[in-house]
């Protein structure tokens, strides 16, 4: 072994790290300017959760403008908590947040449009400002499930601008407590109720009389009185909510690190490398490829935890959280089979899967906020350790053999890769997969029955979401059964686990779509299209699994003789003789 | 792994695991005799095309949950031999689509694999450690069948509403209802279920007062309304002179704002035995007092030989012979939000048959267990002034514990076996050759 064989994984793990922390430096204030960073750690209460300001000036810019910075002028990429702060004290007049990509709703309002940006200002609207009045008056008549997407698009803008007006006109944005309660027991406040409660007692406390000087300061360009009341402010918190003030700065760090975003790019990296291996300098880009992984999958786990932290809850709340889990679990599994065939089939796997999967979570992130308190039915940390854990992993257990059954067709037909030892290997792992996948679909669906059982005393309800668990089952169990049986052999349990794709993925964001049931956690309309795409892609995967073995490019030349293994189920006559076909 | 495999073809035999499995008839019986009927019955590739079944029935139930209730799909699908599975149900509902084709049920496809899977231990059964796995899991699934049969023929489920500070007694079955003929002073003289009511028959008991003609039985109604000057009404006696009940559709599992069926029907009340009419009545569970809680209930009046009856159309009610007062309803959401965060109901429960009294809190994942049935916060009346509790007796309950324990341990001896045994010789050969095996090609 080479000296630089031997000391690879270092040549893998120091970059990775490097970048890492490189990433996890946040610029400081600047001195002489308003401490926004402190300002954005400061803990409030949203929706029956305390989190920093950071958090809630971040959603409401993503559910106006669908990017966490902004555009004044020609300074791009401000921080969220500055248009949030300059929004409440009115000075957000030229801040590019409002999206609007509907051709039909700029020509409205007299407005160009800008192609790549999408974004305007409240000044550039307000000249227009009746004709949105009067288109969404008009919407407002008609039932929300028969609006066109102008309508929706006219209720959207609308709302949004309502949202500024209300940040200025009350000092926060609605359902936002700014306030910590006076004394235990009691509840937190919006600045608005603070500051009625305090003129009817003539004594306003302290937090209330901060956040008017802090405003006041900042709305008259005050930065060292801003500044001031500020740490007076945050010492209060600090001695007052000690653990609440700790948790708040950290997840102010936690959101500008986005550590989800490096998890992708490093999974980018890794496919990258990953492909490369195939053509050149095999052993060593594999090996990569696998530290790379190997790395990501450490960091992606503390960024997990990270969540579990905050949150106070297992790893899966909701929609956002069960794309970064299953990411999580395909990884693992697949670092896993690499790990024991180091022939480069998991790193591929691996590398779509965490990509794939952290992008879909950064599209599911525009809904809000990703930790939101849990409501009463969820609130319960035992099931949802155990029956959403294990159920999820079932997902992701089902998707890694989807995604090698991908793999083998793709390298079957279209390339000579598919050798007789890749094609042993990829069928005992997508073999092991699907059972990996049954013992966990199937525990992870009767625990949720458990679970219905003893919160309303019905074990089964054929629930949209309990049927799309069931169908996971089905089919794993029918893959099974299919080649222990004979009916299908090592292509046809290949081409029968592509399939699985489909049924997870429908169980997964197909059922949500229906609409309907206690589990549908919300209507998605660009990913109606996408989920019908990627079945459609699955589908002519299949069809291409499908062609007769003739035709593949790998065994219209390579010899293949599997050997029988202890691991897989006996190859029958039947399939000796295809294999025998296939020479000929 | 193919040692639960039944060849079903000559083809599908091989050497090793299979060396024990009994052999089938020679090739030269072609006749039905028992043992092809029982390899047939015991054949894995009989397994396959159920669990094909299956896979379809789960899929076009759940399709179908868009256009009915979940209910009316449990019922017509699963908990059924077969089932007309209309076109519709994969179209959005503004393309309307004529047609349908029949479909094995839940009952047939779930019995079916049950007997596949006893007659394919029936041909085969050893007992080895490495066949515990498969044995265990198997067992299990086969007590997770028979628990959904006995929860679907068992299992009662019901509903019992109480408003803050009063008392009830029973419970209401929401997806059955009956026509209820009390006496003036509120005395319960007998109940017609829906089921006879639907047929529209002439209605003919000893117990009834008088025998009862259902002209028109609407399975889902709107709330009555006032009738028009001149408008046709075959109502002649009644709250039916002045209301009108407009039938509706029945409703979907995707309805939010209603989550039941309200029926209302027509039926004339005739004098016993004499073909005489009392009157054609309106009666409508929107004036029941489900419906009704904080409002007075509108019975209809009938009335025979001086005597006078109150009728009501209402959810079937089950009487219990304990009682539970509802002392205090807690309702907490997120500040400034409609999500809840806990909802619970303080309850007094009190049994004069054994001298019970029992003050209890019931919240959401904190059930009350008693006398065998089980009450689960579920809803609450508007304005928070009353609980609903889900009511459940299921004799099976213990089953699918027992079961997922069986499948669960089953499935972990099974693929530990084969795993550990896998993971052996991988390492080895990994210890011996580092190579990638994807680069040889």
Redesign the interface.
Known sequence: MSTFSRYLPIFVIVPVCAYLGMAAIQPADATGQPRLRDFASLPV?E??RIKPVDSVARTDLMLLSKIQTFKEGDKKGQPAIKWFLDAIVGKADKAEVFRIEDPQLLDVLGLKPRPQWFRYSAEELEPKLDELVKYFKQAQKIKPSEWDPFNRNVMDLANHYMLCIQMQREFSP??L?LIPPAAPGQ??R?LREAVQDAQANKTPDQPTLAYREMLSSYMNGDAKGFNRALAGYQSYMRDTYPVESRKAAFETFYNAYAPFYHCSILYVLMFLVAVAS?VVY??EL?RIAFWLGLCTLVFHTCAIITRMYLQGRPPITNLYSTAIFIGWGCVLLSLLIEG??????GNIVASVAGSLTTLIAHNLATDGDTMK?L???L??NFWLATHVTIINFGYAATFVAGLLGVLFVLCGVFT??L?Q??FK?LS?VIY?SV??A??LS??GT??G??WA????????????KE??A??IV??N??VL???????AKQRGVAVLAIFGNIVTAWSWFG?NM????LHAYGFMEGAVFWLIAFAISQLILIGIGSIPTRYWQSFGT?PVEPT????T??????SRKELVGVRN | ??D?????TQ????????ATAPKPAPKAVRSWSPWHILSFLA???L??YL??L??IL??V???A??YAG?WT??NT??RTVYVWVPLQIFFPSDVSVPGGFPFPGGWLIGGALLTNLLAAHLVRFKLSWRRSGILLIHAGLVV?ML??FI?GMFAV?GIMTIVQGSTSNYLEIHDQNELAILTADGKQVTTISDRLLRKDELIQDDRLPFDIKVDRYMVNSAEPIKIAPGEKNIATAGDGLQYLAPAKAPVS??DTQQPNDVPSAYVTFMKKGTGQSLGTYLVSEWWSEYLQMFDEPRPQIVEDGGKRYQVYLQPKRVYKPYSIELKQFTHKV????D?????ASTVRLVNPHTNETREVEIS??K?LSYGGE?F?Q?GWLPGDQGTRL???R?PG?IM??L??GM??IG??IH?GL??A???K??MKK?RDT????????
């Open positions: 209460m929706e029956g609605p359902l407590l509840e937190w919006s195939w095999t052993q594999n024991l065939y180091r022939n480069g089939i308190a409501q009463a039915v609130d319960t000579k890769k050798d030892s890749l290997s005992q092991g059972c990996f049954t013992l199937f525990t009767v625990l029955g458990l059982d003893y919160s309303w005393g019905r074990f089964w309800g054929w629930d949209p049927n799309g069931l169908l089905l089919w169990a029918l059964h299919a080649r222990w049986g004979g009916m059922v229906l609409g309907i049931g390579a029988q293994t202890r691991f189920p006996p190859v029958d006559k039947r | 792994m193919a639960v495999a039944v060849p079903s083809d599908d035999l091989v050497d090793g695991d299979l054949s894995l590739r397994t396959v669990f094909v299956a896979f789960v899929f139930g759940t399709l949950q868009k979940i799909v449990v699908y699963f997770m628990s959904e929860t489920e599992g995707v997120f500040k400034q939000t999500t809840p965060s806990n909802f959401m994942n059930p089980t689960y579920s889900q009511v459940v299921n309950w699918p514990y079961s997922c499948v669960s499935m972990l693929f084969h795993l045994k896998f993971l010789t991988q990994s580092i190579a990638p095996a994807g680069s040889a090609a």
